[in-house]
């Protein structure tokens, strides 16, 4: 069985400031990793995904994730915030040995201060 | 190309009666899934399809949910005597083959409030 957790359900930094947020995994398997963003009133867009290849992982929007087994985390990272980063965040894996059955973090709402 | 559709976006209804939510998944792809969104929780798992394989259906909450899907194009989930605690985000996402690193689409949701 797989499980995400989410470390703080609400994010706060300011625009220009780095963006941390974290995402730790359970799996039985090797997994795949995967990162969405929802915006306000929108559906889930995927920002990137790990399918065991590197494991520095960078998706759209200069988001970018490292995949690190020893500590079972996914964070993911952006080196400046802006503005049009406010948005909910969720950590979702997949196992690695059957279909694409996602599960899903709690989610982490980032808000950025001008 | 076209992305994943839902309708209604929304629905409101009454406690006990029955609701339908349509989902139109990219074209050509052969994977579907439903997800619950309730308010402030991540996403829940409800069924997956797979072309015309027999669909997983370990994530539905109770007998009153079920989904068809045609093919590989159309499914419909469908509440019976909805309840209040059924009120949530009803997502449906589609992927190329169902492979467990393949991209799930999400389509916009059907926001479900039972009153």
């Known amino acids: 069985a797989q499980s995400v957790t989410q470390l703080g359900s609400h994010v706060s930094v300011s625009e220009g400031a780095l963006v941390l947020l974290r995402c730790n995994y359970s799996s039985s398997v090797p997994p795949y990793l995967f990162w969405y963003v929802q915006y306000p009133n929108q559906g889930l867009q995927l920002l990137l995904k790990y399918t065991s290849a590197a494991t520095l992982v960078k998706g759209i929007n200069g988001f970018e994730a490292e995949f690190k087994k020893s500590e079972t985390s996914f964070h993911l990272t952006k080196p400046s915030a802006h503005m049009s980063d406010a948005a909910e965040y969720f950590c979702?894996?997949?196992?690695?040995?059957?279909?694409?059955?996602?599960?899903f973090g709690q989610g982490t709402i980032l808000t950025v201060h001008p | 190309g076209a992305g994943v559709s839902q309708s209604p976006s929304n629905k409101v209804t009454e406690k006990g009666k029955d609701v339908e939510l349509r989902c139109d998944p990219i074209?050509?792809?052969?994977?579907l899934y439903w997800y619950r969104q309730r308010l402030g929780q991540g996403l829940e798992f409800l069924i997956y399809f797979q072309g015309n394989s027999a669909p997983d259906k370990s994530g539905l909450p109770s007998d009153r949910f079920s989904a068809e899907r045609t093919g590989e194009s159309v499914s419909t989930l469908t509440i019976q005597r909805t309840q209040q605690e059924d009120s949530a985000v009803y997502l449906c996402?589609?992927?190329?083959?169902?492979?467990?690193?393949?991209?799930?689409?999400f389509g916009p949701g059907t926001r479900l409030t039972v009153l």
């Open positions: 996402a589609s992927s190329l083959s169902g492979g467990a690193p393949d991209t799930q689409y």
């Open positions: 074209s050509g792809h052969t994977a």
């Open positions: 979702a894996v997949s196992p690695g040995t059957s279909y694409g059955k996602l599960t």
